[in-house]
């Protein structure tokens, strides 16, 4: 989120799509109710069912699973013809006026420009800025081709311009803001229609709805976007939410109170392991992985930090200039003395990364025999597929599968799964480990919510039985590793064997520990040149602006830096005073980076620094004090002064928000463009030849099959949780299971007239993948669709059961994983599979 | 063992006014609950159950998110689901909790013959005292809103109580307070009734609902739950809330007149014992030997 | 709290009403209440392990966390101080305490050997130690110091670790921490999916 759960009763108008927060964040939502109750808010739900979300909203629109792109772009393109943006606020804090290269061009036939049609994939660097200076009126301006280096320097690294060619009236053909609105004046009510299948009376409605918070050029009024993974799970997930943030920067509504792209994400820490690195990508704080390329540390922080790329009359903070000392300083954390700068602060004891490792590949090579061991804690893979009987069989040819649970799943039992009978058991030869964990309640910790409140929780209880607390286990295999390489020696040991351990009970270390290390602390007395404050060697780092790129600081993940001070937990801070009313609350738990709460809030005020609201102000420029201050951390340099014009994105290189993304940010284009799911009834109306998103691979094992409408399979299904379950974890809790004792399938009334199927009859739901077996769901809150004069239906299932849980193992479920339908392709950024409109067959069972 | 206690001002079964009647000054408690922000959830129906304790039922989907018909004895709060066609086409997902209205003028107080087994507290909480509850079942026939449920193994009437328990040390309900979108509020008469009215004047003033309304039916002397509804002429619309309910003539009928003759001269007592005698006798066979059954 | 849930005073009920059809008695008539059950229980803060808002939940356990008593839980309800939540909880956030005293709980360290049908208890020593072994033999298999350019990569390729999404930060972090010094790069979350 780039604000936060209850900044979102500061709002007047609220777009909640591809998420259903009514009922998967019902607590959350509530400060959607109270900007209806105390603002007159405005809310309006678009989704391919109507969900308990949109029985809240002023007005649902029915939507075809992923069509999304082409309703925001429909919305981006009324916004432009009826000039409802905020002028002052693209010119000054987006890149609408940066000139983009000769050469670009845009996907009227579905390609950008430097497509590979043998690798699938971009030449991107056409995809950039003109250097130059003011290219002002409307010829495009030759002068402006880029300088030659200077004599004798290396040749620069692909990269964008330090002075980008500008035109602050945006009226240059190749400025950004005149290239965005050529490629979405195809996005018009008639193409929307024709491609979501919204009619067009409806989706003006909606389009006029939204964009009204911007009539007649008022910038008070705020519109926030609320999305979550019926955004994520598309094989153009990313570009979807990168359409949301253009639409808001369009708007003027990042940064401000009641405005943002809000992420509302799906479990109590995913925003935590993504911070901390979770996923093979990236390093904790969203650092890049060294790849083999990278033959030093020089090279690699060459490559990962940006430099500064702007109009000459602004200024861009570039705050990733830093980098270095956040990397430098996360190796020190790992390796300690080891570390040292005559060895590039052990660099090379990471591991290098050149292609993708990410969750539908790790499955596929098991299923293709190289990944031999796996270790599972809290994370069941077999159920959460996607194509989960792909998943079973690879893990019938590992080795090794260790899962650290507190209930029985279908992963650790994935070896007796319906449908393996006694001889093929027999033949399995995986050997599995399972061990008890500890719950919620057993351990402290903290976790990261998706507003970035960091927050800790005390442990209540001790583990039942023979359970062990997770950090204990993964610490005791750990040191028993690292004890048979003291002892037999083995392949490149030095990560293992000087690997810190600064715990004081070694085999079981403390999260508090763990946390302080987290922070960061000072490895030699430091003194900041400008204050002349002193922090000793030993003590804790009171932010990462201490970090150093010399060895002298230690920090684990650079965003969390301020969380655990020399003032103590900061994490467990409770304080309830919110004096500005707009509910930041400075002072309960920690929110990163730097404590502050709206990301962007420069954002929330004009070029001069004067709050576009003065009914909602977080910050402002204060002249007397020649700083930032107000009710919220300024995310910002706090004594830049309006007048030097610095971008309020500091964390761009550009200093502004990007509505056109250059170069190598994204796979598949700088601009969003609609493409259909990898399975779809019907062709792309916008370019029936590429139809697809031209960069998304497909797996090639025997299990991984796709289907078109040819085969049969026309119906289109979407797949998500429902307000009483949790995930696959609450089917172990009674008290959730008679909330909703079975699995079903949503089906149109209409449909199931067409099928004979009667609410209640058990239905079988057949993809290219595999088969679901559960009972109908008739209902009116699916409704038949018309997508470019075809009639299609949608079916939806929910994903909670499986073959462990209390109704399973009583005999009363079907005993069947609904992610044995869905399929194995990604989206080419976020690399998250297409769980979201498939293909389907339907019949009665 | 606790001390708590509650008074009481009225009592079934029961001779003349309740001991002590107006002499005490209390307020009314009362539930709000605002169905234009009720999002089905089901939070509160799961507080309830674990507040209370009771035991998990067996449930069988049946087309719906609704996994019951209709509250148990042991299940005190549901949300009652209808995916509604609206006039104009489009289909609403109307979604209202279920519990015990705990009237003004309860009905089921009223039609009850057994002394003190239904009493309705000062604060306008109405309660059942299952250790004098003799299972007769006729506070169902006086309740218009099919709330009081039949305990079989324990041959008891149950309902909500209004988490009775809590009100009376100072904490609100357990449904009330785990209502995330706080579709659910809690609090005197006086503000709930100020509360509702203002939001139905919103909503027809801000979100084009004309029909909205408030829901405190007075032919049971108004509620200590009521609703807010986006069409207050259609209550029914809200799993069959009753559009207007009213105590059954029956029990009127023959409560009213045991009144009058009880307040008029002693013959209340012998009266009571005639109606028992004559009509409740053979069910205290079944009820009598329960005194501690009821568990909780 | 092993009676009757509310018992009437009878003394009082049972005076007032003999008076009381006479109008002369004042003292009002009383039911005695059930006990609040979380009047004298521990009450621990922590936060809800489900969604991404972070309720805050107060988990109640019996005792006083005295040296002689085993904490069990009893209630979890809202903590009414938390800013998002303010006390509120959905289903899931408000059957915590079923999750919590869940009778199907893991207890014990177990294996399922090569071939076999059925799950067999093991130390948790030896689990640890079969385990080390085969992490160890598994990376020293197929670790790789150079890819086929010649550059170092010093990866391990053929293990993964998967991690769920009640992982908190510093567990997180001790798994980046361990798993990346093994040089594993399959390390994936269910934040991915």
């Known amino acids: 989120m780039t604000n936060g759960w209850i900044d979102i009763k500061n709002t007047d108008m609220m777009l909640i799509m591809g998420g259903n927060p009514a009922e998967n964040h019902p607590c959350g939502f509530k400060w959607a109710m109270e900007a209806k109750r105390n603002r007159n808010a405005k809310l309006i739900v678009v989704d391919p069912r109507y969900t308990r979300t949109a029985s809240t909203s002023d007005l649902f629109l029915q939507i075809r699973a992923g069509s999304d792109i082409a309703f925001l772009g429909g919305v981006l393109h009324y916004a432009i013809e009826n000039n409802r943006v905020a002028k002052e606020y693209l010119a000054n804090y987006t890149n609408a006026a940066f000139v983009v290269k000769e050469g670009f061009k845009l996907p009227e036939d579905g390609l950008y420009s430097g497509f590979d049609a043998a690798s699938q994939t971009y030449d991107r660097s056409s995809w950039n800025y003109e250097e130059g200076n003011d290219a002002g009126g409307a010829a495009p301006s030759h002068a402006a081709t880029p300088a030659a280096a200077a004599p004798g320097a290396p040749p620069p690294l692909p990269g964008m311009p330090p002075k980008v060619a500008y035109d602050f009236t945006l009226q240059h053909p190749r400025c950004v803001f005149q290239l965005l609105k050529q490629q979405y004046s195809r996005y018009t009510p008639e193409m929307v229609e024709r491609i979501t299948g919204i ?163 790790l499955w596929d090579n098991m299923y293709r025999g190289s990944v031999k061991g796996m270790l599972a804690f809290g994370m069941n893979g077999v159920a959460i597929g996607p194509d989960s009987q792909k998943n079973i069989d690879a893990l019938k040819k590992a080795d090794f599968l260790v899962v650290g649970e507190i209930y029985p799943d279908e992963t650790s039992e994935f070896w007796k799964s319906p449908g393996i009978t006694p001889e093929e058991m027999k033949t ?277 099959k796709y289907a078109t409408p040819g085969d049969g399979f026309n119906i289109i299904c979407t797949t998500y949780r429902l307000t009483e379950h949790y995930h696959y974890w609450t089917k172990n809790n009674q008290m959730n299971v008679q909330l909703i004792p079975e699995p079903f399938v949503e089906i149109p009334v209409e449909l199931a007239a067409e099928l004979g199927i009667k609410g209640n009859d058990k239905v079988k739901v057949t993809s290219a993948r595999s088969y679901y077996v559960a009972k109908a769901f008739v209902t009116k809150r699916i409704r038949p669709m018309t997508i470019d004069g075809k009639k299609v239906y949608q079916i939806g299932i929910p994903i909670h059961q499986g073959y462990r849980g209390i109704q399973e193992d009583e005999g009363k479920d079907a005993r069947t994983i609904l992610n044995r339908l869905t399929p194995t392709v990604i989206d080419p950024n976020a690399f998250t599979p297409e769980f979201k409109g498939f293909l389907v067959k339907l019949e009665k069972a | 063992m606790s001390q708590a206690t509650l008074a009481i001002k009225r009592i079934s079964g029961h001779a003349g006014p309740a001991p002590g009647e107006g002499v005490e000054r209390d307020y009314q408690v009362c539930k709000l609950v605002d169905t234009t922000t009720c999002i089905g959830c089901k939070a509160c129906e799961v507080a309830c159950l674990e507040w209370n304790g009771y035991e998990f039922t067996d449930t069988v989907f049946d087309n719906s998110y609704q996994t019951m018909p209709e509250t148990t004895w042991k299940y005190w709060n549901l949300i009652k689901f209808n995916e509604h066609e609206n006039s104009d086409g489009t289909i609403s997902l109307l979604m209202r909790k279920d519990q015990c209205m705990h009237c003004a003028d309860p009905g089921c107080l009223a039609a009850c013959p057994a002394d003190g087994a239904i009493v309705q507290y000062t604060n306008g909480i109405v309660d059942f005292q299952q250790q004098n509850c003799i299972g007769c079942g006729y506070c169902v026939s006086g309740c218009p809103f099919d709330i009081p449920k039949f305990n079989p193994a324990t041959k008891k009437m149950f309902k909500c109580t209004l988490c009775v328990d809590r009100v009376s040390e100072g904490l609100e309900p357990a449904c009330i307070k785990s209502c995330p979108t706080g579709c659910l509020h809690f609090g005197t008469k006086e503000d709930m009734t100020d509360l509702a009215e203002k939001r139905a004047t919103q909503l027809r003033e801000n979100f084009g609902f004309e029909k909205a309304g408030v829901y405190d039916p007075a032919g049971v002397g108004g509620t200590g739950v009521i609703y807010v509804l986006h069409d207050a002429t259609n209550p029914e619309a809200y799993g069959g809330l009753p559009k207007d309910p009213h105590i059954p003539w029956v029990v009127k009928f023959w409560k009213g007149p045991a009144k009058w003759i009880g307040n008029l001269a002693m013959l209340g007592g012998i009266l009571r014992v005639t109606v028992h005698y004559l009509r409740f006798g053979p069910k205290i066979v079944d009820g009598s030997k329960h005194e501690n059954g009821g568990q909780p | 709290m092993e009676l009757s849930r509310r018992t009437f005073l009878k003394s009082a009920l049972v005076g007032g009403a003999g ?156 798994v980046v921490k361990t798993m990346r010094s093994l040089g594993l790069t399959y390390i994936e979350n269910q934040a991915r999916v």
């Open chain 3, 19 to 174: 008076i009381s059809l006479l109008g002369f008695d004042l003292t009002p008539a009383v039911a005695q209440l059930k006990e609040l059950k979380i009047a004298r229980a521990t009450e621990t803060r922590s936060t809800c392990p489900y969604c991404s808002v972070s309720c805050g939940v107060l988990i109640y356990t019996i005792g006083d966390k005295a040296k002689n008593v085993t904490p069990q839980v009893i209630h979890v309800e809202g903590d009414p101080d938390h800013p998002i939540n303010r006390g509120t909880l959905c289903p899931k956030g408000a059957s915590l305490e079923q999750d919590i005293l869940n009778p199907r709980r893991l207890l014990k360290p177990q294996v399922r050997r090569p071939g076999s049908d059925h799950w067999e208890d093991i130390a948790w020593a030896q689990a640890i130690d079969e385990i080390a072994h085969r992490v160890k033999k598994t990376r020293d298999d197929t670790f790789i110091e150079k890819d086929p350019l010649g550059r170092t990569v010093n990866r391990c390729e053929s293990m993964a670790w998967i991690g769920g999404c009640t992982d908190t930060n510093e567990f997180n972090y001790l």
């Open chain 1, 199 to 361: 009619p067009k009376d409806q989706f003006l409605k909606a389009a006029d709805l939204f964009t009204s918070v911007r009539k007649d050029g008022d910038m008070k009024r705020v519109a926030t976007i609320i999305y979550a993974v019926g955004w994520t799970q598309h094989t153009f997930g990313t570009q979807i939410i990168r359409t949301a943030a253009m639409l808001q920067l369009l708007l003027g509504n990042i940064g401000r109170a009641g405005g943002g792209v809000n992420a509302l994400r799906g479990h109590s820490n995913i925003q935590g392991a993504t911070d901390m690195a979770g996923v093979f990508d990236s390093l904790p704080g969203y650092l890049k992985v060294p790849a083999p390329t990278d033959v030093d540390l020089a090279t690699w922080l060459k490559r990962i930090t940006p430099t500064a790329s702007k109009p000459a009359p602004w200024d861009s903070f570039n705050y990733y200039s830093n980098t270095p000392k956040f990397a430098v300083s996360y190796l020190k954390t790992f390796f300690g003395d080891a570390a040292k700068k005559e060895n590039d602060f052990a660099f090379h004891y990471m591991p290098k990364v050149d292609r993708n490792y990410s969750w539908t590949q």
């Open chain 1, 428 to 704: 399995i030869n995986t050997t599995v480990y399972r061990l008890p964990c500890a719950g919620f309640a057993e351990k402290d910790g903290s976790f990261t919510n998706s507003a970035r409140w960091l927050q800790w929780k005390n442990a209540a209880v001790p583990p039942p039985g023979d359970c062990r607390l997770d950090q204990d286990i993964v610490a005791q295999i750990f040191l028993k590793v690292r004890e048979l390489y003291q002892k037999e020696g083995g392949k490149f040991p030095d990560p293992i064997l000087n690997l810190t351990w600064p715990y004081v009970d070694a085999q079981h270390p403390a999260l508090a520990d763990l946390a302080k290390e987290v922070n960061g602390k000072a490895l030699a007395d430091l003194t900041d040149p400008k204050t002349q404050v002193t922090i000793k060697k030993g003590q804790q780092l009171p932010g990462f602006a201490w970090l150093k790129d010399d060895g002298t600081t230690s920090c684990g993940n650079w965003i969390y830096s301020g969380s655990w001070t020399e003032a103590g937990n900061l994490l467990a801070r409770r304080g309830t005073d919110d004096p500005s009313g707009l509910g930041i609350y400075q002072n309960w738990g920690w929110s990163w980076p730097a404590n502050r709460r709206v990301l962007y809030n420069r954002a929330s005020c004009d070029p001069s620094g004067k709050p576009w609201d003065a009914t909602r102000r977080q910050v402002w420029w204060n002249e007397d004090a020649q700083l930032w201050v107000g009710n919220d951390v300024p995310d910002f340099k706090p004594d830049s002064h309006p007048k030097d014009h610095m971008g309020p994105f500091i964390m761009t290189a550009e200093g502004v928000g990007r509505l056109f993304a250059p170069l190598g940010l994204f796979a598949d284009g700088p601009f969003p463009e609609h493409y259909e799911p990898i399975e779809s009834p019907v062709e792309n109306a916008l370019h029936p030849k590429q139809s697809n998103n031209p960069v998304v691979k497909k797996l090639k094992t025997a299990a991984d």
